[in-house]
């Protein structure tokens, strides 16, 4: 395979231009990050002339302990090597009930799991636990809400960019404010809802909520019968400083929702975690053994990933390093908003930061904000983006569609050495983008013009 990649790496935007997905394609041509990557190791990447490159996406946070890792490649390796009885069907998987029991003992409120192959298919398992638990229809979503893009995580969308082209989508789904506990009520009124399903932090723009508001959140679904469903995907094993990003609010839901992390970055695997009551209303009977499931889920490889990826979480203490990184991180940005203009706010938890752009207020600068901001909105962030990755070898992306916010979710096994790199990337490229004219001014008449011809 490594040989096969070798041969067809040259040729491989040719062929996904032909059979694949060709407007992926022009929109890395048009803002040069087609630099055609060989090889990634830990936390960094490799172009095809050596280039390294300090990856702060990790692949949308399933490489939280970094790019092959040895000890995942080993357990993943041993499954190959051992001939065991994968996926017999008509039996139940031992290394299932091994990751079983290490998730929960972190979540020792809850009881019970269900294994699949995606977060976007634990957001799906969600829907049809709650709606089988409580004999309701409803779903709440938030506004700005992320879960996934099959039809009913897509039901739960809360941008409308990924729903245009597939409504309707799922009835019964309600949208509401995040952040806000009296939409919040007033939405369970009804007592129609069968489930709230909420991001901790909201992963399209980093948006952190108040301190009180999870936790009243969680007490005014248990008031109306309500299940309170935490969506931990991108958040939880230790992205945001602790195993749940809810442990920072004393919340227990009555499901954690869990991928990305969990795979180590090589086997899909999602985890719906959940109380032993609102299991028992799935798997009620004998009969209903198979009410819900998934071929693949608690397959080997996938359960082995997981296993391997709790234990180098626990024996090279990722979660604490986590808090500890994101911390100095958040620090230093939130002390450069002191010295920049186009810098709004900074937020987050943990290594899951989000780093806000907005109008500045000198003159000269303002203009040239709104001129770019009238070709397209948010694209101003790609004026930093792109000069990070092209000048500093930094791959970051702005956090969502017409978004003015750059998240960064880095693997958690950045070194102090990685964060004096991010820093001094962040700081120049910031600082130029305050010179007009300037450099970052050329290549934003270059944007305008791309932007330009996407809308002839």
Known sequence: MAKLFSLREHDHYAIHRRLLNEQMVRVLKAIGYDVGFCSGKGQYLYDRDGNRYLDLLSGFGV??????????????????????????QMDVSTLAGILAERLLAHVPYLDKVCFVNSGSETV???????????????ILYCEHAFHGLTNGALSLNGDDIFREGFEPLLPHCVRIPFNDLVALEKALHSRTIAAFIVEPIQGKGVNVPDDDYLKLAADLCRRHGTLFVADEVQTGLGRTGRFLAVEYWNVEPDMVLLAKTLSGGHVPVGALLTRKWIFDKVFDRMERAVAHGSTFGANDLAMAAGIATLDVLKSEQLVEKAAQTGERLLRAFTEMTRRYEFLREVRGKGLMIGIEFGPPTSFKLKASWHALEAARTGLFSQLITIPLFKEHKLLSQVSSHAGHTIKLLPALVISESDCDWILNGFDSVIAESH??????????????GHAMQAKA
């Open 435 to 448: 010179r007009v004219p300037g450099a970052i001014w050329s290549l934003g008449k270059n944007l305008v």
């Open 124 to 138: 799906e398992a969600a829907i049809k636990f709650a709606r089988a638990a409580t004999g309701r229809p409803g």
């Open 63 to 88: 490489f939280a302990i970094g790019r092959n890792h040895p000890a995942l490649c080993e357990a993943l390796k041993s499954i190959l090597d051992s001939d065991l009885p994968n996926l017999v």
